[in-house]
């Protein structure tokens, strides 16, 4: 497979809207399979008797190396090129969702859900995925681009939480896990549409005179040197955390408020539904509003939609209406972040950089994840989770006021 790279801004029209919907595609099947299998968990726990406190360590285990792989698939994605980066990981996660219900063990699930298919996740996900469309989208169109790609991992959870419930109830737990691994080889045709690399790009503008592209060593370190990227981290920690606890436990919150199980399935639906909108409406609002203060917003708006949440009776309506809420600002940091990165570091690394701060995503995503069954196994309750994601977010929303919305010193200039 040839992973020869066009040159930016000279995509036309219709192949520019292959390239949203090849990388949009594709991270609605990675992420919508990863965003659903927290209707599987008390499957899990009943078929394996593992309880939920070790079942939770794998979905958080999978958190982390999702994050884990972030920065290498970009790295990877940056030089070998984006197409052999997006086939492996595709075919990773179809290999660990279709074997997770054979697992027995704790070992086993990390093995299958936190290795394979969170891995192969992090392979064809959002570093990679943004890359790519940077790399291929003209300048002036890299923000509603970010918004459209981001709102297709919004699409695929929205798309794929009832296919799972039905699915359940026609063939069964096991089979319906075993049947969205099948699916997500769907997106296997999406690697030939975004075959290329950043790497090819730059040397093409160094060789035009423009600036040449930094050494991996010398971004990371340029990245790590930079308040303003650090900043930026630290807040897209605290959205891991917020986003990896509703996606694994919102089903356990649903039965533990004393609701139907289905609710727990339409409330992740709602979610995807309204982070669609949540993600195109951050993509037209990037032209128009300073990114940071857009950034800061939407995790200000997480604490008061939680401590509403947290005050009002559990009802089916409020449960609804929370998940709508939190659907709109659910990922719709993604754009904005990534967007942060390519203004302050350019389109060489982007990949690499915005996988570094997934990374940090992805910590919160573990600690999320894990504490949410660590918590409700000692208490009974989640109410001390959601007061925690109260202050973090109110966190995030302040330290994402002093970044700086340029390049830094010795930065290449974005293309």
């Known amino acids: 497979m040839s992973d020869s790279t066009p040159a930016a801004g000279a995509v036309r029209l219709p192949a520019l ?3 949203l919907l090849a990388a949009a595609g594709t991270f609605a099947l990675t992420m919508g399979v990863r965003q659903t299998m927290g209707l ?13 406190g070790s079942i939770s360590l794998a979905f958080a285990f999978g958190q982390l190396w999702w994050g884990l792989t972030q920065p290498f698939a970009g790295a990877l994605a940056d030089r070998v090129g984006t197409a052999r980066t997006v086939l492996l990981g595709v075919v990773l996660v179809a290999i660990g969702t279709f074997i997770t219900p054979y697992m027995t063990s704790t070992l086993g699930l990390i093995l299958a859900v936190g290795v394979l298919a969170a891995g192969g996740a992090g392979m064809a996900g959002p570093s990679v995925m943004m890359g790519a469309t940077m790399r291929l989208v003209p300048p002036a169109r890299r923000g509603l681009a970010t918004g459209v790609v981001n709102a297709g991992g919004s699409f695929g959870q929205f798309a794929l939480a009832p296919v799972a419930i039905g699915l359940t109830a026609a063939v069964g737990w096991a089979a319906s896990m075993q049947w969205l691994g099948v699916l997500v080889l769907l997106a296997l045709p999406a690697a030939w549409v975004l075959r290329g690399n950043s790497r090819a790009l730059v040397a093409q503008q160094a060789a035009a005179g423009g600036p040449r592209a930094l050494t991996v060593r010398e971004a990371i370190g340029q990245a790590l040197a930079t308040p303003s990227y650090r900043y930026l981290a630290a807040g897209f920690l605290v959205c891991g955390f917020h986003v990896a606890f509703l996606a694994t436990h919102l089903p356990s919150v649903v039965a533990a408020c004393g609701l139907p199980p289905a609710v727990g399935g339409w409330s992740l639906a709602v979610i995807g539904l309204f982070n669609i909108v949540g993600s195109l409406a951050m993509g037209w609002a990037l032209g128009r509003w300073r990114m940071k203060s857009l950034l800061s917003l939407v995790y200000a708006t997480r604490a008061v939609a939680v401590l509403v949440f947290l005050l009002a009776p559990k009802t089916v309506a409020v449960m609804l209406v929370f998940a709508a809420v939190m659907g709109v600002s659910f990922l719709s940091t993604v754009p904005p972040t990534a967007g942060l990165v390519a203004k302050m570091f350019g389109p060489a690394n982007m990949a690499m950089l915005f996988g570094l701060v997934m990374l ?18 000692r208490t009974g309750s989640y109410d001390l989770m959601w007061w925690i994601d109260i202050a973090l977010a109110a966190g995030a929303a302040l330290v994402n006021l002093p970044i700086r919305e340029s390049p830094p010193a010795r930065a290449m200039a974005p293309a």
């Open 17 to 19: 809207w292959l390239v």
């Open 360 to 377: 940090s995503h992805q910590i919160g995503g573990f600690l999320g994840a894990w504490m949410g069954g660590w918590v409700f196994e």
């Open 40 to 52: 599987y968990l008390p499957s899990l726990n009943t078929a394996t008797h593992l309880g939920l």
